[in-house]
């Protein structure tokens, strides 16, 4: 029996999009990306929190929303998503149960945070046209370089993403559902980079081998390559679907989306939505169908032919090179050339393309990021 199932990238719904919810929400999505998505259940990654409470948990960026933003999630038929990122924690688990009960009374399944380890390890499930499907959500905690709260047996966070934990998880899921279709969510990868790392291609290829059927990668902002290993489909990152954000302090709100998004997502403008097909005969393929985000407002567009043929060029080209036998080699270069265009048009978004010409100051520091391979997360 066929199956179609769709998966979307970050969803950031705070910023100005949570200000001005009821402006944006019945155009911030084209009636075309609705068609495409059909009735099909639709997964993604929820990447702030959903309250008001809470104290900021350290000095990195911090990103909520209000709640009812929320509501988007049911229009687009969103039926599960992972809270497994380094930002659901950005307040607390206070304001994390908060948005968890939110998802209660849309009807969302959640996987990835909680009170403690079990609790975060605790799957979404759904059924869809008689297939049940389980989905786990894990992600880069501390012990890899996020400052992200790693749920433990007796403290509140978030699943990690360790091959064990990940093995017992889909073992006794698949104890208990034994013809379900098993979901693994990981929130990982280098910020701002459109190829995952080798050892990331390494990972995801080794959840073949404990019965996992689909990989889901979030957490870079960009879309990177896809792949159908063993007839198992790899996302190693979705990208962004909506992207704007709070950065909330203890003594003020400060919206910082629009800006942020000029600055740090104008290469990542671009969005991707994946449709995973199983034939009637078990085969998995991939769809995919390109939008854009809007430069200045956190809502999607139907990009032009030749946009789209851009998109598409360079989801491809990451595709093609992370199957190359030698791209462990190749990846080194391949993330300076990815460093120096991101900084190059980070750099001409900012000042305009005549202007930054003699900004070598600016090109300065591009060439110190490189040399010193800063990572953006």
């Not at 499930?125 to 749920?151: C, M, N, P």
């Not at 059927?213 to 960009?222: K, N, Q, T």
């Not at 085969?283 to 809007?294: F, P, V």
Request: glycine share 6%; aromatic share 12%.
């Amino acid at each position: 029996m066929s199956l179609k199932l769709n998966f979307i990238g970050d969803l950031m719904l705070g910023g100005e999009f949570s200000q001005n919810y009821q402006s944006y929400r019945d155009t911030c999505v084209p009636s075309e990306l609705y068609e495409w998505l059909g009735k099909d259940p639709v997964f993604s990654n929820l990447e702030a929190a959903a309250s008001n409470r809470g104290d900021r948990a350290s000095s990195k960026i911090s990103v909520y929303t209000k709640k009812e933003p929320l509501a988007l999630l049911s229009k687009l038929n969103v039926k599960c998503v992972s809270l497994a990122n380094n930002h659901i924690m950005d307040f607390g688990y206070m304001a994390a149960k908060d948005t968890t009960d939110v998802l209660d009374n849309l009807g969302i399944t959640y996987s990835g945070c909680g009170v403690n380890l079990s609790d975060a390890l605790m799957p979404g499930i759904l059924d869809h046209e008689g297939h049940s499907i389980v989905f786990h959500a894990f992600s880069w905690t501390a012990r890899f370089y996020e400052k992200v709260q790693e749920a433990t047996a007796t403290e509140p966070g978030v699943a990690p993403i360790d091959f064990d934990i990940i093995n017992e998880a889909v073992s006794r899921s698949k104890e208990k559902y034994p013809a379900a279709i098993q979901i693994v969510s990981l929130h990982w990868g280098e910020g701002m980079v459109q190829y995952p790392r080798p050892d990331q291609v390494e990972f995801a290829r080794s959840l073949s081998g404990i019965g996992v059927d689909i990989v889901f990668g979030h957490h870079p902002h960009c879309i990177q390559g896809v792949e159908v290993f063993k007839n198992m489909p790899i996302i190693y990152s979705a990208g962004n679907f909506i992207a704007s954000a709070y950065n909330r302090t203890p003594d003020k709100m400060m919206t910082y989306g629009d800006g942020w998004q000029r600055q740090r997502f104008n290469r990542e403008r671009r969005v991707a939505i994946f449709k995973l097909v199983r034939s009637d005969l078990g085969k998995w393929s991939i769809r995919t169908r390109y939008y854009k985000q809007h430069s200045n407002k956190p809502i999607l567009e139907i990009p032009t032919v030749y946009e789209r043929l851009s998109i598409g060029f360079s989801q491809r080209l990451s595709s093609f090179l992370l199957k190359n036998p030698v791209y462990k080699v190749l990846f080194p270069f391949i993330r300076r050339v990815n460093e120096i265009t991101r900084l190059v048009d980070e750099i001409h978004t900012r000042n305009g393309l005549w202007s930054s010409l003699f900004k070598f100051k600016s090109y300065g520091l591009v060439i110190k990021r490189i040399l010193k391979s800063e990572e953006y997360h």
